[in-house]
């Protein structure tokens, strides 16, 4: 009786370990297809400035009109062709956290665009301008910044530089 109690205690502890481990993992596999969304995103704006000698240039007057599925569907039109699918835009953790808990799956978009001018060199200018944002910081690390080389940083290690 007491060897089963014995194993029956192994075996607790070690799916709890699993179970904590797991959940981790889970957390860091999203956080790394995160980052590898954000480099697409980056392709595909490299592309687009690339092929039309300009930043993408949104209409005026998109951000504040009263369709609230505008500007998203723009940002997502405008780079479709090269590359950016609708799942490239879009966090798995944000996706898993918040979006499956509301009915109309808002926002599409999980990762924010800067606005530059229409001049081609602009989006290159400066090293430390972001491309892209993500929305919110739940990889628990901060938001995640694609810079115009194409890498990627968390808010903490972009704040720990200064």
Not at 27 to 32: C, F, I, L, R, T
Not at 125 to 143: D, M, R, S
């Amino acid at each position: 009786m007491v060897e089963f109690v014995v194993v029956v205690a192994v075996l607790a502890i070690l799916l709890a370990l699993v179970v904590k481990y797991g959940a981790r993992t889970v957390e860091k596999s999203e956080a790394v297809r995160c980052a590898q969304n954000l480099k697409s995103l980056h392709a595909s704006l490299a592309a687009y400035v690339q092929d039309k000698g300009h930043w993408p240039q949104e209409p005026s007057g998109l951000w504040e009109s009263n369709d609230g599925n505008a500007y998203e569907d723009w940002w997502m039109r405008e780079l479709e062709p090269y590359g950016a699918t609708e799942k490239v835009w879009q966090c798995p953790t944000i996706q898993r956290k918040i979006v499956n808990k509301k009915k109309d799956g808002r926002p599409k978009m999980h990762y924010s665009p800067t606005k530059f001018d229409n001049r081609a060199l602009t989006p290159y200018k400066w090293a430390k301008q972001p491309w892209l944002v993500e929305i919110g910081n739940l990889h628990g690390v901060g938001a995640l910044i694609c810079f115009p080389d194409g890498s990627v940083k968390t808010m903490n290690e972009v704040a720990g530089e200064r």
